[in-house]
T-cell receptor, first 113, second 113 residues
Framework: AQSVTQLDSQVPVFEEAPVELRCNYSSSVSVYLFWYVQYPNQGLQLLLK??????LVESINGFEAEFNKSQTSFHLRKPSVHISDTAEYFCAPSSGGYQKVTFGTGTKLQVIP | GAGVSQSPSNKVTEKGKDVELRCDPISGHTALYWYRQSLGQGLEFLIY????????KSGLPSDRFSAERTGGSVSTLTIQRTQQEDSAVYLC???????????FGPGTRLTVT
């Protein structure tokens, strides 16, 4: 099974500033990588995913993440955050197939007006 | 189509009572997960069902917790002799066979008084 590290439990950032939420995973095999988001008082939903192909993936609301195999990372970035991006973000790598998905401990992004 | 549903949405119970939480996965999804999310905490994996295979119970915190999945569909998480530390939001998620993207239900908020 995968293990995953989200080093930052909380990230405060001013509105319109850039942000990076870090995710590192451990694996020596091919992986699938996911970021899920949980807005205040809501359920978890998929933000973006890497399955294969281009290592840079984007979400519809301006977030992007790049799969870096050599560094075993899948950091989430946004060049300019909005108040509505305030949420908790979970990184989830998987070894694929029927292996259990592992979630990181989450990073709370707080956007400050 | 219908997403993952959970019932009840809220449950208040007295310490020492037993509770049952229900999860209806998306039709055709063969994998089902239960997680616990305590206030201010990340996602805690509880149990994983995949088809007819033996469930992965490695995340259950004590023998007061059990879960079953009948007919490869509906799942019930049972907590016996509830304690105040069991208070949390219990989340259910399902995936298609061999798939890794999880679809989450809205959760059941359990409060033990």
């Amino acid at each position: 099974a995968q293990s995953v590290t989200q080093l930052d439990s909380q990230v405060p950032v001013f509105e319109e500033a850039p942000v990076e939420l870090r995710c590192n995973y451990s694996s020596s095999v091919s992986v699938y990588l996911f970021w899920y988001v949980q807005y205040p008082n809501q359920g978890l939903q998929l933000l973006l995913k890497y399955l294969s192909g281009s290592t840079l993936v984007e979400s519809i609301n301006g977030f992007e993440a790049e799969f870096n195999k050599s560094q075993t990372s899948f950091h989430l970035r946004k060049p300019s955050v909005h108040i509505s991006d305030t949420a908790e973000y979970f990184c989830a790598p998987s070894s694929g197939g029927y292996q259990k998905v592992t979630f990181g401990t989450g990073t709370k992004l707080q956007v400050i007006p | 189509g219908a997403g993952v549903s959970q019932s009840p949405s809220n449950k208040v119970t007295e310490k020492g009572k037993d509770v049952e939480l229900r999860c209806d996965p998306i039709s055709g999804h063969t994998a089902l997960y239960w997680y616990r999310q305590s206030l201010g905490q990340g996602l805690e994996f509880l149990i994983y069902f995949q088809g007819n295979s033996a469930p992965d119970k490695s995340g259950l915190p004590s023998d007061r917790f059990s879960a079953e999945r009948t007919g490869g569909s509906v799942s019930t998480l049972t907590i016996q002799r509830t304690q105040q530390e069991d208070s949390a939001v219990y989340l259910c998620a399902s995936t298609i066979a061999g798939g890794q993207q999880q679809y989450f239900g809205p959760g059941t908020r359990l409060t033990v008084t």
